[in-house]
């Protein structure tokens, strides 16, 4: 009886999320799926001994807390139901529709890549390398079916308890290698930390339980000095006319582990285990924001990050710096927008629009996907190179490098981001492709340079065309470091057409 019970709660809270921002009311199609599946899944038990149906109905309310279409929260009641019951996707087609269909078909393609790592025949990197491939392509065709997967992992990592040890460790490493840097790609960082934090319980569980005690044991004195520093922020920004919300929030374990790993210190050493957060009304008021709180505390040299001007290749726009208090403390700062701050919480997704009902409703999967540049990218890329292997080595290669990121710019000062490595032959192609195909020489902060020459974070490139060029030259893919510069002197090749001698 009680189990029953939370089934039906997490129902009813499913429609009330939904109700809070879907414009249809119409939840008959979600009633439909809740019935069907919850049949379909009847006698199964989770390893925990609660009934199977638990898992989709949690996956489904993670979704709609991420507020996502009707399609998607039916599709995810329904997700295991081809796999695991007698429902074959002929019948969720006839019953839903052909979106739906499409949807729980493709998730379900994708599913059991967990169980294949115990079984595997495959090494452990090519076993990855075909996960990645698999989610890849899943993703080009329709983003939503790596939502529902990214959903359907978080809800198995926050209930791992009940699995063998070498399982958990077996699918936190999965979540870790592909699952987590595909969040972060898709800037969906409240998902992307939950799962980081979720698989460092069972990777590093020393550490994380190192930084979870040193984290409490040091509340009450951070909190005490937080509150002090916010009440010093409010009055000097109601000074300067500027409204805002300072929010506190501690960084997750592993963000704080990382760091540690990276700058090789220790956790006493760390003082950005947390970070204030100032949300202001415009992009005027970030700018004067920072200009008070420089006058209000002494920076610290070198800390000052403008994500607003040059944002991160995933979207996230903040200004960083870090302070000193007249204590001498060191404190983190993040002063950004109310949208900058739903975008980088939710990424692609606080993008999403709903129309009204009768309204051409946008849809990831339609025009709203535009949006992430990068994510057009690789459509691009998919429809241009015929073998997987090489696509999947473009999108790993982007995958790899797109936390490093440099900026240059053009001589007017456009700024185009560039993975660490780049030449001036990437930059070209990241202006536009003829430039790219026409490029005869660069000059890099007023100096005549090669091609080839490695560009450096903050270097003015100019790159001097030539029509009687035709086309790129050929030895240039050995040199260059983007995807598109790669893909674009590859297809000259390829195709044959002239390339000129270096
Ligand atoms: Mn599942």
Redesign the pocket.
Known sequence: MKVRNEITEIYDQLIKQMRSYHPSSDFSMIQKAYEIAGEAHKEQKRKSGEPYFV??MS?ALILANLKLDKETIVAAIL??VVEDTDITVEDVEREFGHEVAFLVDSVTKLSNLSMEITQAQMSKEALKHESFRKLIMAMSRDIRVILIKLA?RLHNMRTMQFQKPDRQVAISKETMDIYCPMAKRLGISIVQTDLEDLSMQYLYPEAYEAIKAKIEETEQSRRIFVNRIKAEIYSGLKEADVECDVEYALKHYFSIYRKMINKGKTLNEMYDIYALKVIVDSVRDCYVTLGVLHDLYKPVPGRFKDFIALPKSNMYQSLHTTLISSDGTLFEVQIKTREMHEVATYGILAHWKYGMPGENVQTLSGSQKEKAEWLSQILEWQQEISDTDEFIDLVKQDFNLFSETIYCFTPKGDAKSLPKGSCAVDFAYAIHSDIGNHAARCVINGRVCPMETVLNNGDQVEIITDSNQKGPVAEWIHFVKTGTAKNKIHKYIVEGKKERKP
């Open positions: 898992h989709p996956v997700h295991d359907d």
